[in-house]
């Protein structure tokens, strides 16, 4: 059974950080591009950073990058997700995917989700 774990979410101050963990399991995790999508209340979601557990290809949106670093421990089967210097309007569930055949490029942000996660919550507050 295919399963994508969600960990690390919880509420942070403005400026603060946080890890997300993606646990997966149920397939071979060095297969599969993994990333990071959020949706925030009320709002669509928007993918947000992938990584090639591959060959550790990395790709941001343009509203995270430089904040978020997104990586993997392919002997864990787990992808991480750091992220920095929150701001209020990171405020949204935080899900992981799993795409066997959608690269991480920018049209991973907008396509991938073979598997996905339950989700975990991240609030920042002003």
């Known amino acids: 059974e295919v399963q994508l774990v969600e960990s690390g979410g919880g509420l942070v101050q403005t400026g603060g950080s946080l890890r997300l963990s993606c646990a997966a399991s149920?397939?071979?995790?060095?297969?599969?591009?993994i990333g990071w999508f959020r949706q925030a209340p009320g709002k669509e979601r928007e993918g947000i950073s992938c990584i090639s557990t591959h060959d550790g290809r990395t790709y941001y949106a343009d509203s995270v990058k430089g904040r978020f670093t997104i990586s993997s421990d392919n002997a864990k089967n787990t992808v991480y997700l750091q992220m920095n210097s929150l701001k209020p309007e990171d405020t949204a569930d935080y899900y992981c995917?799993?795409?066997?055949?959608?690269?991480?490029?920018?049209?991973?942000?907008?396509?991938?989700?073979?598997?996905w996660g339950q989700g975990t919550q991240v609030t920042v507050s002003s």
């Open positions: 149920g397939f071979t995790f060095t297969d599969y591009n």
């Open positions: 995917t799993a795409d066997l055949s959608v690269y991480c490029s920018g049209s991973f942000l907008i396509i991938a989700g073979d598997y």
